[in-house]
């Protein structure tokens, strides 16, 4: 699973962008300046990084001059997010070693299909990868899982919520959580639909014996585990 640093100090954008890229399959890390930035760099291994031009202090653009500059993460690839557009900024950017640039406002689909564009041409695979968890296996690029090279057919919400779980094995989400992380929908989804969904996924398991996979934690919610 690919982790991207989002650096912006608008929390706002921070929370928003970084819902996107969690239900895409994303880990995240979030600074909201530049110095946050390189600690969380100097922390943890980032595939990439989105970053804003305007930040208080030491600017996106002096960011990425600095960590081009002979740097220990200076080719981790980079997309510049800014309200510029002009296009002799836009240069400015790409010459100072951003990959990419996008101007704000910018859509979440957009700014999902660069990601993915920049993360390829740096040879990092993306969220399109093999998650494998008790004698599950799911293939996030063709939309398959299997046991034991059995195809298992399941119905894309219920998929959607494996694919998160397996994501993230062991650790808990509430309703709530999963509510906002997995169904893409505004609508208003009640926390019951959650547990629906649920019991469908571990029905579609226990032919194989693997419902136990999918754990409810009393009060809290659930979670994935090859644990009992």
């Not at 990084?49 to 500059?69: A, H, Q």
């Not at 240069?91 to 979440?108: H, M, N, T």
């Not at 992380?181 to 609508?187: E, I, M, Q």
Request: hydrophobic fraction near 45%; charged fraction near 25%.
């Amino acid at each position: 699973m690919s982790k991207i640093l989002v650096v912006d100090d608008d929390p706002a954008i921070r929370e928003m962008v970084g819902l996107a890229l969690v239900r895409d399959g994303f880990d995240v890390l979030e600074a909201g300046d530049a110095t946050a930035a390189g600690n969380a760099l100097a922390a943890d291994e980032v595939d990439l990084i989105l970053l804003d031009w305007m930040l208080p202090g030491k600017s996106g653009f002096e960011f990425i001059r600095s960590l081009r500059d002979g740097q220990p993460h200076s080719n981790i690839p980079v997309i510049m997010l800014t309200a510029r557009d002009q296009e002799h900024e836009r240069v400015a950017a790409l010459e100072a070693g951003a990959d990419d640039y996008i101007a704000k406002p910018f859509s979440i689909s957009e700014l999902l299909a660069r990601i993915r564009a920049v993360l390829r041409r740096s040879g990092v695979r993306g969220n399109d990868e093999i998650l494998v968890a008790g004698g599950l296996q799911l293939d996030s690029a063709s939309h398959r899982v299997s046991v034991g090279g059995a195809r298992l057919d399941l119905a894309p919400l219920e998929f959607q919520l494996l694919h998160y779980l397996m994501l993230h094995q062991d650790r808990v989400y509430s309703r709530k959580q999963l509510i906002d992380l997995v169904w893409r929908s505004n609508a208003y989804i009640e926390e019951r639909t959650v547990d629906v969904h649920i019991r469908r996924l571990r029905k579609a398991l226990e032919p194989h014996d693997l419902q136990h996979l999918i754990q409810t934690v009393r009060g809290t919610g659930y979670r994935l585990s090859t644990h009992h």
